[in-house]
């Protein structure tokens, strides 16, 4: 089994067992205010009405 390097996913310094994924309370915040800003958000597509198919009786989805 292979293990990750234990490196903080910020600066890449060793990790800190306290402060663990990190190497230190600074970098943790660092992650928390990245989160808190929404810069780890996921993006989506946004869908202009997601009901529409499902008025159309004409879809071609299959139906079980």
Known sequence: MTHAP??????GKSKDPA???FC???CADV???RWLKGSYAIPA?????PDAE??????SR???
């Open 62 to 64: 299959s139906e079980f």
């Open 24 to 26: 230190s309370k600074r």
């Open 6 to 11: 234990a490196s903080c996913p910020i600066c």
């Open 45 to 49: 597509v946004e869908v202009d009405d």
């Open 19 to 21: 402060y663990r994924p």
């Open 54 to 59: 499902l008025d159309d009786p004409d879809s």
């Open 31 to 33: 992650d928390l205010s």
